[in-house]
Structures are given as structure tokens and as C-alpha cells.
């Protein structure tokens, strides 16, 4: 155990924890932000993915002693009124059905849209294969990050 | 429509009383609430509450049931916002969906409790003013008097209607499609807005005060047991409240049984489970592997069936005396569901009653079994159903419910037990395993006269909780009951071949089954509609215009079917030049909802099939939500997808040998097709989609295949050396 300092969505937190406790569970169990999801524990499924300084990371596979000084975005932070491009067309595409892996989605094509504002349908591919949707809304997510990317003219 | 406040409400609605809820008034005091029956709540300040008895697994109840009630009651859909009902049988009947049902079996009775607040409101005015019912109309959440100009809002009504008698909804009339304003158009999900924010909670998010996390380490071994453990290393992991043994369950669901860790994070309690020691018991399952299996089934395919489903001519004797006779068999194996919020479900066990948080799509079922297992009267036992992040038939099972039952009965605190992806994986309620053996004779003139399907499975019936009882797969003998599961799909009809029969065996296997997405039309397609396209390339004819002969029946069904065939393949380009190493396949099917989809395909070196595009035709009588139509549609065919091109789970030792998503791949973005979907206009009663898209996925993808490659695929999924092999 130890005294674990990170910042999430602006907010600093300070907590006796394990640091091996990946930030997923310190979020979820210790924080009760539960907009990040619990898919595999593997990095497999991208359902846990939150921001690092704005880089998508899997919070599973992300000790919470080793996040430091950098700042954690998690889909709460991500604006206080689903007012970011990418919630909005997310909403405009009609995306979620059961909406589990969304969080996930979202921050994935978010960071993605930050580094690359305007990707092929390719990049759009490779950037978004480590997210899992079961629901399989795939399709509209391309035309989501689409629909986001054309917004940033 | 609310946003991130419907689904807040949403979780505040489990808690608060009524009163919590009333903050437009301005003195405090509670607003004035009209129930006009159980699914609507409508108050003063003009909002209207509806009661949502459906899961809302990601199917859209939480949409199209408003939608529904908003017809007939003429609403202002601004004003609407959206509630899970409680889990009360006596009083909703719906708490469980299924077999593709949402819509279809709730289409009349939402419509009526939306007409009958209509009326009440309508009568209420009219009692008002003094002036005749029928110069009032309802209209956008008002009720407006035509002779005089006036207008009075549902809130305003809402103390009038409160007062007045009941109006038995049975009696009224509903609208006509012609004059339908919400249904038959594309409404945005009134769940998106917290799905994109984080907000929207699922079982796995509840969270209540002083709550717990616990665990299972399930025996691997099906129908094995715990031996011996030792906890003393994991009790010394930090957060580790208990550990103890889980018995398996003694009633008619297959619980593994186990060793319990609870803890105060998830990850105290996964690493507490990391540090037990455990032996484990194989017993007499052990031998069974995936090859024992497939001995077996094919072996059972050659035997006797223990029923004939379908029984038109003689089939065997217009074989036997066939000009030519073609012979297929065809082969899926057990697949997951892989939903993308693992099982879970919170219990609070106190003195003398039970408080329960699941994701499930049968809160009726949950509560009930708790009750018998507790003992306790079902009303006694709270379920609150909360959203679930899929399904695809696994939460109709309530053994993780009883699980976390069984751990929270030895806490004080509430536990939440979680199920990591290897044990969602490994301790799933599978898609059977099938095999099916189809022979088809030519006559002398050429034409297809004669048709025998013989299909073996794992039958979910051996592991049915309809049943209350284990049913032996051997004692599965009434093909219209639940052996009908096994089978459906595989009728031949609505083709006309004069001599058909279509019979069954089981083939017993220690792994449980159960119902997923589309059940046994999740194989059966493939095996009659890919035998179609060998027997129309057998006489050189087009796939299509073989399918639209043998369909020239002057019935509905037959006509239904022949408009989606030709709907698909006009958009798919159907016969026309495709780019060097493309294919394209056709397959179809009739039901209530009738279908037909036109896959695209190419194989690369390595032998690995890419889907480019799918092409889908529906009929599902009226889409009450298009837009909802297209997106179960999209997700269905990349569902199915998953089991064409790879997807597979295998049995080792009488254990499941797949755990996580490196070994069980699902399809992923950049494997999903394109994805057309059209809808053919109708003003018919609904028909279910959910399942829809997946049935005819197989067939189109492994007759395209043929069309690329001249290379058939008769077993699911798809082996890449198989078309390997024939690219070199």
C-alpha cells in the first residue's frame, strides 16, 4: 500500500491504494467514475480506454502508481455536456445500442481525431480495432468519426 | 426528451419514493400525478413518465415502447421521459424479453395505455367545458375544443382525469398506420444522449453505500466439483474480507460452484482469487473434448432420430428412386456470447428480505428464483432491473443472480459479484454444437422433388430452465415443444418440393447450452440455404432464379419472399461484373419477419475471407422504428459474422479451452462490412428483428465463398487453410 496522488478530469485525488491496482479499478471501485468499463483485464477490448495527457491508454492495463504527474481524462471529463465533437456524432449517427464499449469508443476516437483530424476510413480502421463493440455498431462509429472529422474543417 | 437526466433519473427513480420527484412545484409540495394504468405516470407540470416493463439490453425498448403509447396518446414527445417499472409480475407481465418479442408483443398493449389516457384526458375536458367528446380531439399533449378554439394541456387535466372511472382500453379504437406520427419513423434513442457520457448505468455501475466485490473461482470442470482449497494466502491480500466455499446450486441451472472471494475493490478480490489453492474434482465429464463430441454427433447423424419433425411424400422413397441425388452435411460448433458487460449482479441480503441489482432480461425469472432458493415470498425479494450492455440470449439465464445471491447471504454488507471475461467465457451457456445431414434427388426431367434434413445437436432442452426439470437429451421426443428449438429454421417450405422430411437426434455433451441470438436459425440457414446453392450450381442455374422457381407458390409467404429476394439483389447488383476475385451469395428466409441478404466476398492469399458488403432486404411488417430496424439489422450480420469467420469454442477435458478475446475473436471494425439495409414498406402487425440479421449470414458468406473461390465451406468458422489450399 501506498500514497497514491493522481488527477483525474481536473480533480486531484489522494488515497491509500496498491499502486499495482490498475487505474480501471481505482477509477471504477475507488472513485465510483463508472463511465469506464470493465471488458477483458487484457487490453484486449478497449472498453477501459481514458486519456493519459490526451493519448488513449487501457485503464486495465494501466497501474495507478505508475499515472504520476500526468492527468487522466476519463469519458466524464470529457465535457461537461457532451458537447465534444465526437459525443455529438456519436448522437447524430445514432450509435450506442447497449452502449457498454461506447465510453471506450469515444475516447479512442477522440484521441484519434486529436492526433489525425482528418483520417481515412483505413486509419479509422487501424486506430479503432483494439475496441471491441459485441453490439457491433461498427459501421456507425465510422460514420460517427466521419461526421466528427468533417466538423473540424 | 432528457438526456443525461432520463438516465440519472433513471437511477434515482430505484431509490426515491414518488414525492422525491416532484421538484416543479414551487412550493414544495408534491405534484398532482395521474395513472391512468401501469405504464403511464403523468403530472401537472405536463411531464410524462413511461414505465418501460422491457429490458433495455440495447434492442431500444427504451424507445419504441414510448413511441408506442405516444401514438395513442396524441403526446408532446418533448415531454416524455423514460423509467424502468419495478419488478411487480402481478402487474407487468413484460419483464423479460426474448425470441425477438419486444415490439410484436407489446405493440397492442402499449398503444392501449396510451389510448386509454387519451380518452380519460378527452372525457376530463370535456366534463370541463361542458361540451361534447367528439368536438374534442387530442392533439401534442393537449386536448383542443374545435367549436370553441380552447385548449387544455394533459397537466392541466391531470386532476379532472385523475377522478373520473376507468375506461376499459379494450374497448377503443387504435389508429390507422395511415395516420401514425411517431410510429413508422426514425425517433433518436432516448438512451443515446447517456451513453455517450457516461452516465448511463449498468448493472456493473450500481453502487450502494458499504458495498462489497466478490468473486468465484468456478470449477473449469463441467459437472465437476471443489475438492479441497486453501485460502490462507489469499485471505493475507489486502482488502480481502472472506473467502468460502459456493456450492452448486442444487435447482435447475448449471452453477458451477466454487470458491467465493470477497473484497473491497474488484481487484482485491481477482488478486485475493490469483492466491487460492485449489483441487478440483474432474469426475465423470473429464473425458469430453470437442473431437469425443464430434464422434458422437456424426455418428448420431448415420442412427436413428428420436423424431421426425416434418413429414410431406416420402422423402426416402423419392430419394431412394431419384435420376440424381446430391448428399451435404453441414457443421457449426458451440459459440459464446461475449456480451461486453460481463455478468454480474449486486445483492443485499437483509433480515427477512433481498434487494438485487441485475443486468437481465428476465427480472420476473430472478426474482422468482431467489425467492425459492431463500425461501423468502417473492415480494419480499426487490429486483431492479438495471440497463444491460448486451445479451444476445445469455441473460436470460439467472445463475450469476443466484450466484451473487449465494455469496451476499454469507455478507452483511451488499455484494456486487463481478465475472471476469475468463469467466464469461468459460462458464457460458453456449450455442449448441450442430450437425446436419441433407440429401436432395432430381427427377428424370430434372426437377428437385425430394429433400431429407437430418440435424443433430447438443439440445438446449437438456439444460432448460423451462422445464424445472433436467431433461435427458434422449427423452426429447415432442418436436413442437421445446424441441422445436432445435430445429426451427430448417423447414423447407416455403419452396415447393413435393417429398420432404426433416428429422432429429440428439447428442448429449456436459457443456450447458442455451439460446443465442437467433437460436437455431443461427444454424439452420446455413445448412439449407448453402445445400440450395450446391443444388442450383449441381444444374447450372443462377442461385436466384433457382430460389424464385422453387418459390412460385401463389402464397403470401412465397410472394413476401420473392420481393425481398429481388429487393436484395437489385441493390447488391446481383448477376453484374464484380472487381477480379469477388464473389457474391444469396440466401433468404421466410417467417413473420421475412428476409433475404446478398454477401459480397474475397479471400486472400493466406486464405482469410474478407466480407466487403452485405445487402440486406427486410420485411418485418411495420417498422415501428426504421432507424431501430437498420441498426438491429447492422448489428446482427456483424454478430453472426463473429461465427463465420471466427469464433469457436472447444472443449478440452470436459473444460472450455477459449478465456478471453486473444483466443475467442470477435469480429472487430476492421473486419465489418459494408451494410445496406432496406425495408419493405408495410403496414402489417410487426415483426421481430432482433434476430433477423443473423440467420442468413452464413449462407450468403459461404456461397459467396464458392462464388470466389469454387471452394465449399461446410463447417463454421471458416478455415482459412481450406481456401488456402486452393488459392496455391
Known sequence: ?153 | MGGAGTTGALVLGFYLPLRGRAQGSSLGAPLRVFKPNAWLRITADNQITVLVEKPELGQGSRTYTPMMIAEELEADWSTIRVEQAPTIPAVYKGLRTGGSGGVVNTFNAMRRAGAQAREMFLAAAAQQWNAKKRDCRAQNGAILHGPTNRRLSYGELVDAASKLPPIDPDDLALKQPRDFRFIGNSIPRTDAPGKVDGTASFGIDVRVPGMLFGVIARCPYFGGALESFDSTAAKAVRGVHAVFAVPPLPRHINTAGGVAVVADSTWAATEGRKALALKWDKRRHAGESTDSLRKLIVERAAGQPTFIAIDHGDATEALAGSAKKMEACYESPFQAHATMEPMNTTVHVRNNEIEVWSPTQFADEVQAEIAALSGLPPDKVTVHMTLSGGSFGRRYQWDYAAEAWQVAREIKEPVQLVWTREDDIQHDFYRPYNYQRLSAGFDERGNLNSWSTRIVTTPISASNLYTGTTESPETLRDPATVAALEWYGADIAPYVIPNFRLDYAPADSVAPRSWWRSVSSSYTPFAKECFIDELAHACGRDPLEFRLDLLSDKSAEAARLRTVLELAAKHAGWGKPLPKGRGQGIACRAGESCSAQVAEVSVEDNGTVRVHRVVSAVDCGIAVNPDGVRAMTEGAINFALTAVLSGEITLKDGAVEQSNFHDYQVLRIDQAPEIEVHIVPSTGDPGGVGELGAMLVPPAVASAVFAATGVRVRRLPIDPQLLKRSKS
Open chain 1, 1 to 153: 500500500m501506498a500514497h497514491v496522488n493522481f488527477s483525474v478530469n481536473g480533480k486531484q485525488f489522494s488515497a491509500e491504494l496498491d499502486p499495482a491496482m490498475p487505474l480501471l479499478w481505482a477509477l471504477r471501485d475507488v472513485l465510483n467514475l463508472t463511465g469506464t468499463k470493465f471488458g477483458c483485464g487484457m487490453g484486449l477490448c478497449g472498453a477501459c480506454t481514458v486519456h493519459l495527457d490526451g493519448e488513449a491508454v487501457r485503464s486495465c492495463q494501466t497501474a495507478v502508481g505508475s499515472v504520476g504527474n500526468k492527468k487522466v481524462t476519463t469519458i466524464e471529463g470529457l465535457s461537461p455536456d457532451r458537447s465534444h465533437p465526437v459525443q455529438r456524432a456519436w448522437i447524430a449517427e445514432q450509435v450506442p445500442q447497449c452502449g457498454y464499449c461506447q465510453p471506450g469508443q469515444i475516447m479512442q476516437a477522440a484521441a484519434l481525431l486529436h492526433q489525425n483530424p482528418h483520417p481515412t476510413i483505413e486509419q479509422i480502421n487501424q486506430a479503432m480495432t483494439g475496441n471491441i463493440c459485441r453490439c457491433a455498431t461498427y459501421q456507425r462509429i465510422r460514420r460517427a468519426i466521419q461526421r466528427a472529422a468533417g466538423e473540424n474543417a
